[in-house]
């Protein structure tokens, strides 16, 4: 069989892989089912498989040459342009956690692949996102995302809301021919446009995917260095507990405080706490806590009996000389007034 009788046994099936794995994207994008059950899961795969497939016969078929210009691109061959970014959405759709970084940037690849066929054919006028692969770099981008400049957010914002209003302008447009082109009721001029718009569509889609994975990437590969720093941390053997030190507001301070005090502290407050704890002389174990501490009890207990002792001996007395004076003055001595 010749080369030209192979292509075209293989054209009539280019068209259905592309239909059934856009399909399939369609069904998994517009169902209500979690996009973690097996069916969903299903039709992604079935999907990555049906345009892997397209991918290898378009690269077979050599269908888009860099030779050639946009105008030269058959009407209907336009939509096959769509391959790596429907690649591109399927993948991102996968929802395997410890495989997910790769998948992203799977996507990423893809999505970016479609942008830069569609700028080469110039299909719209965008700025193709910078492919970065150092981690220097990277870093060095993921800090100018975390730290924006207010001239930088507003041009951002600007040009989301231009994106937004561009998509919503294009899906009105593509709805209002679908039915027509569907059915062939429509010339070639007519077909063509129904597909550029549908590249300008993804053109949008493709790069605000490629945002949220840039963003989605930064977040995974920070918690992949969290768990590594942590995990180094935790292998470190426990470093010995050195000496207090105080922070010094000023010099005045520094000489009292610091560390030309002579009565420097030499231990922490827990070491101090298991010391005592050891001898089993902590107040909350019943036992004061110095020698001066007992004397001061003990002296505290002297003087009150002292007191008592002193007093019962004043009582003592005056009774006693009460007792006397009344023996030596009987009942009525001296009282002689109003007496005849």
Request: charged share 30%; proline share 4%; hydrophobic share 30%.
């Amino acid at each position: 069989m010749s080369t030209e009788e192979e292509e075209e046994s293989l054209l009539p099936r280019l068209p259905e892989l592309f239909e059934t794995s856009k399909q399939l994207l369609d069904e998994v994008e517009e169902t209500a089912e979690p996009s973690t059950s097996k069916i969903i899961q299903k039709k992604v795969s079935e999907g990555l498989t049906q345009l892997e497939k397209a991918a290898e016969m378009l690269s077979q078929l050599d269908l888009f040459s860099r030779n050639e210009d946009l105008e030269e691109i058959a009407s209907t061959d336009l939509k096959y342009l769509l391959v790596p970014a429907l690649q591109g959405a399927l993948a991102m759709k996968q929802v395997n956690p410890k495989k997910r970084l790769e998948h992203l940037q799977w996507a990423r690849e893809h999505f970016v692949n479609y942008l830069t066929q569609c700028q080469f054919y110039h299909v719209a006028e965008f700025e193709l996102p910078q492919t970065n692969n150092n981690p220097t770099e990277n870093d060095t981008a993921i800090s100018s995302v975390a730290h924006p400049s207010l001239l930088a957010m507003a041009t951002k914002r600007q040009t989301k809301i231009e994106r937004y209003k561009q998509k919503k302008e294009v899906e009105q447009r593509l709805s209002a021919m679908k039915s027509a082109v569907e059915s062939g009721q429509v010339d070639d001029e007519n077909v063509r446009e129904y597909y550029l718009l549908h590249l300008r569509r993804w053109i949008v889609i493709s790069l605000e995917e490629i945002e949220s994975i840039d963003q989605e990437m930064t977040i995974l590969r920070g918690r992949g260095s969290s768990s590594e720093a942590s995990t180094s941390h935790s292998s470190l053997p426990d470093r010995p507990t050195g000496r207090p030190f105080i922070l010094a507001r000023n010099v005045t301070q520094a000489k009292v405080f610091g560390a030309g005090y002579p009565s420097l502290a030499s231990m922490t407050v827990n070491d101090w706490y298991d010391q005592y704890g050891k001898c089993g002389t902590l107040p909350d174990q019943g036992i004061p806590e110095t020698t001066c501490e007992v004397k001061r009890v003990t002296q505290r207990k002297e003087d009150q009996k002292q007191k008592e002792k002193v007093d019962d001996e004043q009582t003592h007395d005056r009774a006693q000389e009460w007792d006397d004076w009344k023996d030596t003055h009987p009942r009525g001595y001296g009282n002689r007034q109003n007496m005849g």
